[in-house]
Every structure is written in C-alpha cells, then in structure tokens.
C-alpha cells in the first residue's frame, strides 16, 4: 500500500531554533501534500495545502512566515518551523494523495518540543 | 470552523462485542473517510464512502453515510483490544478536485480485554 514516511519522529530543540520535518511519499508520487498540527487529545488542524512546484495555500490563522513549506518534487515536502517558540510545541503530521478522490495517506507524525 | 462533530467522544466497551460511532458534518461532500490513530502516531485509513454510496464494508467494519441528515456511521464488529485507538471521520470536498479533509472530533474507543 501507499507509504509515506516523515521525518524527524521526535525533536526537542532550544527556542529560537528552526526545525525542518521532511514528508515523503515512498512508493507513489503525491500530487498534494497536506500538513497538518494536533495538540493533545484533540482532532487534526490542516495548517496548509502543498503542490508540487507551487506556493502552498495556508489556512486562515496560519503564520507563513512562521510555517514555511516547500513542496520541490512529487516525492518530498518539508515543513520549517521557523524561530521556534514553546507555543509551537505540538504533533505535526503530513499526508498526501496521489490523485482525486481518494484517502489521503499518512506519515507518522513528528512531535516537536520547544524548550 | 467547519469541523464535524462525533458521538460519543468516548466509548468503552468489552472485547467481542460490538462498537458504533457517528459523525455528523455541515457542509456538503464528494466523499466521507474514516481514520484511525493509535496514541502518538499517524492516521491509517479506514474506509473511503462516496457521496452516492450508502453503506459500504471491510472486513469487521462497516460504515453507513446519510448525505440527507449530513452524517455517518461506523460500526466494528467482533471487537478486539487492538482496535483501541481514536477514531476520526473526514468529510472532503463540495467541489471536484478539492481534497482538503475536515475532521471530526474524534471517538476515543477502549475495547477492555
């Protein structure tokens, strides 16, 4: 089945570091990838829509500058938290689908906490 | 927000016996997805149901979709202790070729040995 792997799976890092999480789909190519962030016990947010080779489409409230994401082939999408604060503590999760109207599919999610 | 709604947000049941979640949603769909998410991991799909589709089946599940009353069903059957997980309902679309999924609230199912 369709497999995408996200990485790094965990990151504690000192506030004011930028962190980068990489999203790739490993056996097909994704047309659009999805980021999306999830605090605890509560449902998923989608924070911004990827296209490959194009500017992503962030949700209303969502900081660009703040979440900077790259989509640069059909296969890969990262994620920079950008001067991390411990507000943005939190799970972060990519998915991607490969075509229309079809699941969209997961990676592992990254938890990433800011100290 | 557009996010959907669930019952119950959560549910305990005895391993065996069976276990159904709703989900109601506002807006309308191209399709409706059931995901499950094991604590601190990503979300495995489930089942996909089509706007034109009533019911559909895999395996012990089995999932019902009213586009009149805006909502679904998702019913385990036979459960076992590993289907402890949450579980979300995603709605995508209203418009062709718009994949952005809203989720749910998700149900968090104990399935007790």
């Known amino acids: 089945g369709a497999v995408v792997s996200q990485h790094p799976s965990w990151v504690i890092c000192k506030s004011g570091t930028s962190v980068k999480i990489e999203c790739r789909s490993l056996?097909?190519?994704?047309?659009?990838m999805f980021w999306y962030r999830q605090f605890p016990k509560q449902s998923l947010m989608l924070m911004a829509t990827?296209?490959?080779?194009?500017?992503?489409?962030?949700e209303q409230g969502v900081e660009k500058d703040k979440f900077l994401i790259n989509h640069a082939s059909l296969t890969l999408s990262t994620l920079t938290v950008t001067s991390a604060h411990p507000e943005d503590s939190s799970f972060y999760i990519c998915?991607?689908?490969?075509?229309?109207?079809?699941?969209?599919?997961f990676g592992d999610g990254t938890r990433l906490s800011i100290l | 927000s557009q996010q959907g709604e669930e019952d119950p947000q959560a549910l305990s049941i005895q391993e065996g016996e069976n276990a159904t979640m709703n989900c109601s949603y506002k807006?309308?769909?191209?399709?409706l997805q059931w995901y499950r998410q094991n604590s601190g991991r990503g979300l495995v799909h489930l089942i996909l149901?089509?706007?034109?589709?009533r019911e559909k089946h895999s395996g012990r599940l089995r999932v019902t979709l009213d586009t009149s009353k805006k909502s679904s069903s998702l019913l385990i059957t036979a459960s076992r202790a590993a289907d402890t997980a949450s579980y979300f309902c995603?709605?995508?679309?209203?418009?062709?070729?718009?994949?952005?999924?809203?989720f749910g609230t998700g149900t968090r199912l104990t399935i007790i040995p």
């Open positions: 149901i089509r706007s034109n589709e």
């Open positions: 056996d097909f190519q994704a047309t659009t």
């Open positions: 807006t309308s769909i191209n399709n």
């Open positions: 995603a709605t995508a679309g209203g418009s062709f070729g718009n994949e952005k999924l809203t």
């Open positions: 998915s991607a689908i490969a075509t229309v109207n079809q699941p969209q599919h």
């Open positions: 990827s296209n490959e080779g194009s500017k992503a489409t962030y």
